[in-house]
């Protein structure tokens, strides 16, 4: 027997990709319902190489129903559907930002910290992280267990899924329209994004950092270390799909290039390509619709006493987004829901 499970957001980038990653690991679902707004009532959404699902519009849904909901609609729908689904019994696994820093609700990364979803039941809610913390965090960890870090740089090159569906058809419309000599429409990103990059993502805070900046630094704090101190740089590129970083590492204990790859290498979910020729690492291009993530240009930085830079890229939606939260899924059902089988 399994689970009821709902993914929300089912017709956006990351919920269409859900649907993907659950029916690929076939995930023990009796039956699995794709909800989203009532705009796309009459719509049909993909399971599976073979299956279709008709949308249901989650303003009605009864979530008693439904054991856990994958949710990837939004912060604003996050607010407002994931406590009435937790009060009802549902597990929310949640990908927006909304209750990620919430002391009370899990951030997890199955691999570095699945221990936390030991305190789900306080919320019945479980938050995925932001999609370059995920990856971020994955590198981090088993550096973090070896050489103890205590200072990180990240400087991102962020696709445009991770705006979600619109982020791509914008980036496909302006480029098409660039060829074509049409007039280049901005709906989405606040500057042109094909042929560019833009040093802003989501808004300005105070101190002049932007809020997907000040995501990675906290939420790398939550899953990892609150010790470790974290400062980000977050660029949109004109990539379709897979996040690049680049990341400066600095350690308590003295950390070499050869140790850290092979620490690397042994960690799951970690796929180390690094080799100091042409091609000999990887980019966005070759990550899309892969599970792992992948570090490349690992090499000293001689400024710091013990220090580390490498390159590191995945798929987005899948360890950023859609990947982690089945994995979640999983890990809740191997652990904690097998009794309710
Ligand atoms: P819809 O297609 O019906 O608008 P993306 O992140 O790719 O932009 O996708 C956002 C997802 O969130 C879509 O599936 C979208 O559904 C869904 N969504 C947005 N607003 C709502 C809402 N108010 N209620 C339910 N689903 C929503």
């Given at each position: 027997?399994?689970?009821?499970?709902?993914?929300?957001?089912?017709?956006?980038?990351?919920?269409?990709?859900?649907?993907?990653?659950l029916a690929e690991?076939?995930?023990?679902?009796?039956?699995?319902?794709?909800?989203?707004?009532?705009?796309?009532?009459?719509?049909?959404?993909?399971?599976?190489?073979?299956?279709?699902?008709?949308?249901?519009?989650?303003?009605?849904?009864?979530?008693?129903?439904?054991?856990?909901?994958?949710?990837?609609?939004?912060?604003?729908?996050?607010?407002?559907?994931?406590?009435?689904?937790?009060?009802?019994?549902?597990?929310?696994?949640?990908?927006?930002?909304?209750?990620?820093?919430?002391?009370?609700?899990?951030?997890?990364?199955?691999?570095?910290?699945?221990?936390?979803?030991?305190?789900?039941?306080?919320?019945?809610?479980?938050?995925?992280?932001?999609?370059?913390?995920?990856?971020?965090?994955?590198?981090?960890?088993?550096?973090?267990?070896?050489?103890?870090?205590?200072?990180?740089?990240?400087?991102?090159?962020?696709?445009?899924?991770?705006?979600?569906?619109?982020?791509?058809?914008?980036?496909?419309?302006?480029?098409?329209?660039?060829?074509?000599?049409?007039?280049?429409?901005?709906?989405?990103?606040?500057?042109?994004?094909?042929?560019?990059?833009?040093?802003?993502?989501?808004?300005?805070?105070?101190?002049?950092?932007?809020?997907?900046?000040?995501?990675?630094?906290?939420?790398?704090?939550?899953?990892?270390?609150?010790?470790?101190?974290?400062?980000?740089?977050?660029?949109?590129?004109?990539?379709?799909?897979?996040?690049?970083?680049?990341?400066?590492?600095?350690?308590?204990?003295?950390?070499?290039?050869?140790?850290?790859?092979?620490?690397?290498?042994a960690f799951p979910?970690?796929?180390?390509?690094?080799?100091?020729?042409?091609?000999?690492?990887?980019?966005?291009?070759?990550?899309?619709?892969?599970?792992?993530?992948?570090?490349?240009?690992?090499?000293?930085?001689?400024?710091?006493?013990?220090?580390?830079?490498?390159?590191?890229?995945?798929?987005?939606?899948?360890?950023?987004?859609a990947l982690n939260?089945?994995?979640?899924?999983?890990?809740?059902?191997?652990?904690?829901?097998?009794?309710?089988?």
């Open positions: 027997m399994g689970y009821r499970v709902a993914v929300a957001g089912a017709t956006g980038a990351v919920g269409r990709e859900m649907l993907r990653v690991r076939e995930f023990p679902a009796d039956e699995v319902v794709a909800l989203a707004s009532a705009r796309s009532i009459g719509k049909e959404v993909s399971f599976g190489e073979e299956q279709t699902l008709m949308i249901s519009p989650l303003g009605s849904h009864d979530f008693s129903t439904t054991d856990i909901c994958l949710f990837s609609a939004g912060s604003a729908v996050s607010k407002q559907y994931a406590p009435k689904a937790a009060r009802a019994g549902c597990v929310v696994i949640d990908n927006s930002s909304h209750w990620r820093m919430e002391p009370d609700i899990p951030l997890v990364v199955p691999e570095v910290n699945g221990d936390a979803l030991r305190y789900y039941r306080e919320r019945n809610i479980i938050a995925n992280p932001n999609c370059s913390t995920a990856q971020l965090v994955m590198a981090l960890k088993p550096l973090h267990d070896v050489f103890e870090i205590n200072r990180v740089v990240v400087s991102t090159y962020q696709s445009v899924s991770g705006a979600g569906q619109q982020g791509m058809e914008e980036l496909f419309s302006q480029t098409r329209g660039i060829y074509v000599s049409d007039a280049v429409e901005r709906n989405v990103f606040t500057k042109q994004i094909a042929f560019n990059c833009i040093p802003h993502i989501d808004s300005f805070m105070d101190d002049g950092s932007t809020r997907e900046e000040w995501k990675v630094a906290v939420e790398t704090r939550k899953i990892l270390d609150p010790d470790i101190d974290v400062v980000a740089h977050c660029v949109r590129v004109p990539v379709f799909i897979g996040h690049a970083e680049a990341v400066f590492v600095e350690t308590r204990m003295p950390i070499d290039p050869e140790q850290a790859r092979s620490v690397l290498r979910g970690v796929v180390v390509v690094d080799y100091r020729e042409d091609e000999g690492y990887v980019t966005p291009k070759e990550c899309v619709g892969e599970d792992p993530v992948y570090i490349s240009r690992i090499r000293t930085d001689p400024t710091v006493d013990n220090g580390l830079v490498f390159w590191c890229v995945s798929d987005n939606l899948r360890k950023g987004a939260a089945v994995q979640i899924a999983e890990a809740l059902v191997a652990d904690y829901l097998e009794e309710a089988a």
